[in-house]
């Protein structure tokens, strides 16, 4: 059913409606088609059998769209700038706690590499402490095996000591009886001589 401009019937309108509403649809249903061309055809078929009227109408609403889309896409920047300077802020604080990070990996390595010489270091000072403490045990030991052997020496002297003790107590006795004797030899002997 082509028309000519301003020729058109109540039953072309209500057809020219549905053409416009499958129009409208066929522009949309062509921004998601792959071939853009046919749709493109298709919708200037379905265009040209429209009237002047419901052109304008067509195209005051696809202005109206446009200005919706345009509006929307406006208000859209704005928090796309937002979005976009939350993004750089993110990135320049990444980069920071990189960084951070980084120099916390290089502390965290020089931790780890002194506390292998750290453990290196007790590991020797344990072998040379086992060590000393051995020699120190084995002369504790002799030492002690010493002072055993000179307590049981003490004891001998101690004994041999009593022994002497009494042996020089008995010996005074003697001493004395014996100096008594001899100063009874020596009176006896003068008082023979006198």
Request: net charge negative; glycine share 2%.
């Amino acid at each position: 059913m082509i028309a000519a401009w301003g020729d058109s019937t109540e039953e072309d309108e209500g057809t020219e409606e549905e053409d416009a509403t499958v129009a409208l649809t066929a522009i949309s249903d062509s921004d998601l088609d792959d071939e853009p061309l046919d749709s493109l055809a298709q919708l200037k078929d379905k265009v040209s059998g429209l009237n002047e009227a419901k052109l304008k109408e067509l195209l005051f609403t696809l202005m109206d769209e446009g200005d919706i889309i345009n509006s929307e896409n406006c208000m859209l920047k704005d928090p796309c700038s937002e979005l976009k300077k939350d993004i750089r802020e993110l990135e320049h604080e990444n980069k920071i706690l990189k960084s951070k990070k980084t120099k916390i990996d290089m502390t965290n390595l020089v931790l780890h590499e002194d506390l292998k010489n750290f453990k290196e270091t007790l590991s020797l000072k344990e072998e040379a402490f086992a060590i000393d403490l051995t020699k120190l045990e084995n002369e504790s030991l002799e030492l002690k095996q010493k002072i055993e052997s000179l307590l049981v020496e003490n004891r001998k002297l101690l004994e041999n000591l009593k022994q002497v003790e009494s042996d020089l107590g008995a010996n005074r006795c003697w001493n004395r009886a014996s100096q008594a004797l001899n100063w009874l030899n020596c009176t006896i002997i003068k008082a023979k001589k006198v």
